[in-house]
């Protein structure tokens, strides 16, 4: 953020009571107040909705990009605003910290693990979950370029280490290989997000040991992706090659891009981050066991080609030009 706002002077905004979880604060501009209007930090105060659609309307009136920052679970009361973010192409930009089950002892009120699919499943809205620094530059860039596409930001509340292979450049594809390029046809292929690319790149480098090559595929930004070439995607993620996507979040939407799948599929429980998400299967040892029995399921035989399916059907009105969204 801090980067960002001194070469940035239309942005405000700010938290819904969670600066300092959120670290939005603006250190070149303090708060918007009555005796300081030339401040761009709002304070909201814990009423999401409220936040969302105030930021809606600056960005209506026109000459701003607001930003909006909570607890990504928070995101559901907030979830008609975001709509009509993405309904109106307005830009907005969403920071939502504290992004899985990782973040720990609040417990599952406050754990995320539907939310990254039900902000994914909005059209005109992209959802970001970078793992590093480079990744997180990526979402900020493709942020204030998309100008009429809101924006989500997932970041995590524990630390993350540099991916030694990511770069801007690769990440504002929406997912590029983050380990294992050298190795051209992979016996598998595992797909990550955030936090847990750490831990799948990791594994993939145990198992290279044991002559088992893989690639590691950072996909920070699933609609990015979706935007690029057949070819590209097609080179990223190899048709007929068993894949395994590893997210603390849950399963569904993930079938659209590999075939087994560990995730969330209940809510989580409270304790320390790491015990949390060791119970939960988000360790070394368990991507390294599914791996294998994923490669053994599907031995002697290639794994379903997820691109050899029927295009996305749409409506004859549709195909014909007769309706546009702005018609309706």
Known sequence: MNVVAPMFPEMIGGSADLTGSNNTALKDSGDFQKDTPQGRYLRFGVREHGMAAICNGLFAYGGYRPFAATFLNFAGYALGAIRISALSEFGIIYIMTHDSIGLGEDGPTHQPVEMLESLRSMPNHNVWRPADYNETAAAYVSAIHCRKTPTTIACSRSDVKAIEDSTIEKALKGAYIAFGQTTPTPHAV??????????????????????????????????????????????????????????????????????????????????????????????EDHIIDTTKEMLEFYKGRSAPNLYDVPPLAKSKAMKAGGLHRHHV
């Open 190 to 283: 595992i797909i990550s997000t955030g936090t847990e690319l750490e831990l799948a790149i990791n594994a993939a480098k145990e198992m290279a040991k044991q002559d088992i090559a893989l690639h590691v595929v950072s996909m920070p930004c699933q609609e990015i992706f979706l935007e690029q070439s057949e070819d590209y995607r097609k080179s990223i993620l190899p048709p007929a090659i068993p894949t395994l996507s590893v997210e603390a979040s849950a399963v569904a939407g993930w079938h659209r891009f590999a075939h087994q799948h560990i995730g969330m599929t209940t809510f989580g429980l409270s304790g320390p981050g790491p015990e949390v998400f060791k119970h939960f299967g988000f360790h």
